[in-house]
């Protein structure tokens, strides 16, 4: 069982910053891409952005040069960085996690997309 465990959100005022975290746990082999989407009320969830295993960041325009996503693999968490937060960057954020993961009882290796349970993140003056 795999689980992805998300912290960091809340109130902020324009301009105010966050850190996002999250955080993967269970009978995990390996975990390749990690990242962010994000939806608001009334819209699709987009992607906000993601880290390869390399450490190769991409990231949407919408947020490029804003948010910063890093990785600690020893940690198996990623985070995002938000500084300068503005009225457009509300919404419920949701990590996931590409991961190869193995059944302890079977010993077999699966390989899926897991999710968090999402965050919500409020800019409001």
């Known amino acids: 069982q795999v689980q992805l465990v998300e912290s960091g959100g809340g109130l902020v005022q324009p301009g105010g910053s966050l850190r996002l975290s999250c955080a993967a746990s269970?009978?995990?082999?390996?975990?390749?891409?990690m990242g962010w989407y994000r939806q608001a009320p009334g819209k699709q969830r987009e992607m906000v952005a993601f880290?390869?295993?390399?450490?190769?960041?991409n990231y949407a325009d919408s947020v490029k040069g804003r948010f910063t996503i890093s990785r600690d693999n020893a940690k198996n968490t990623v985070y995002l960085q938000m500084p300068s937060l503005k009225f457009e960057d509300p919404a419920v954020y949701y990590c996931?996690?590409?991961?190869?993961?193995?059944?302890?009882?079977?010993?077999?290796?699966?390989?899926?997309?897991?999710w968090g349970q999402g965050t919500q993140v409020t800019v409001s003056s």
């Open positions: 996931y996690a590409d991961i190869l993961a193995i059944t302890t009882a079977t010993m077999v290796h699966r390989r899926n997309i897991y």
């Open positions: 269970g009978s995990i082999s390996v975990i390749y891409t």
């Open positions: 880290i390869t295993s390399a450490d190769n960041a």
